[in-house]
């Protein structure tokens, strides 16, 4: 099992540059998860999908943020433009959601974001 | 609303002896709750999850954790720490009225000396 894949691990780029960040879950996972990462406000959810529907969306920062599940393979997160405070690690997770709200979220290692 | 409190953001100890990093959580449902750790430049791993099966639960590493609703608790041991074992930890608890959203601590920072 190859775990969550995410790319690029690494990503630096300038304000106002588009920014792209992919992720591949984990095969048969129903439900997909966008977390960012900061030291001021520690781990949030950007963004939850289930069977590739966006369901909960309320913590995607502002419209420059949009985040997109073509298929039960695929997540990117978008931001456009980028702006130095969205520098952060970015981290997508993936689950098999059932009724147990006890579902485990596996992590994938991250994208480490800096907007100069 | 579910949230959790970790007591403490740095831990240091000494190789070989017991670890205790505390977590308190407030729940307006029976709780469901996590330990995840993350090691530098890593992702989370899940090292242990509380089924309420057993209020002791035995997680990787030979970590475990005691859910005491009495206390609202969930600290999280280890009786000999390994240098290995240096890492943050994330205490998590999960709202069991939605989808499984994890709301996360804040982190503790475990140090382990020789």
């Known amino acids: 099992d190859a775990g969550v894949i995410q790319s690029p691990r690494h990503e630096v780029t300038e304000m106002g540059q588009e920014v792209t960040l992919r992720c591949k879950p984990i095969?048969?996972?129903?439900?997909l998860f966008w977390y960012r990462q900061t030291m001021m406000r520690g781990l949030e959810l950007l963004i939850y999908?289930?069977?590739?529907?966006?369901?909960?969306d309320s913590g995607m920062p502002e419209d420059r943020f949009s985040a997109k599940m073509p298929n039960a393979s695929f997540s990117t997160l978008k931001i456009q433009p980028s702006e130095p405070r969205d520098s952060a690690v970015y981290f997508c997770?993936?689950?098999?959601?059932?009724?147990?709200?006890?579902?485990?979220?596996?992590f994938g290692p991250g994208t480490r974001l800096t907007v100069l | 609303a579910q949230s959790v409190t970790q007591l403490d953001s740095h831990v240091s100890v000494s190789e070989g002896t017991p670890v205790l990093l505390r977590c308190n959580y407030s729940s307006s449902y029976s709780p469901s709750l996590f330990w995840y750790v993350q090691h530098p430049n890593k992702g989370l791993q899940l090292l242990l999850k509380?089924?309420?099966?057993?209020?002791l639960v035995k997680g990787i590493n030979g970590f475990e954790a005691e859910f005491k609703k009495s206390e609202t608790s969930f600290h999280l041991t280890k009786p000999s720490a390994h240098m290995s074992d240096a890492a943050e930890y994330f205490c998590?608890?999960?709202?069991?009225?939605?989808?499984?959203?994890?709301?996360f601590g804040a982190g503790t920072r475990l140090a382990v000396h020789p």
């Open positions: 997770a993936s689950s098999l959601q059932g009724a147990d709200a006890m579902d485990t979220q596996y």
């Open positions: 999908f289930n069977n590739n529907v966006p369901i909960d």
């Open positions: 509380y089924t309420s099966a057993a209020t």
């Open positions: 095969s048969g996972h129903n439900s």
């Open positions: 998590v608890v999960s709202d069991r009225g939605g989808y499984n959203k994890l709301i």
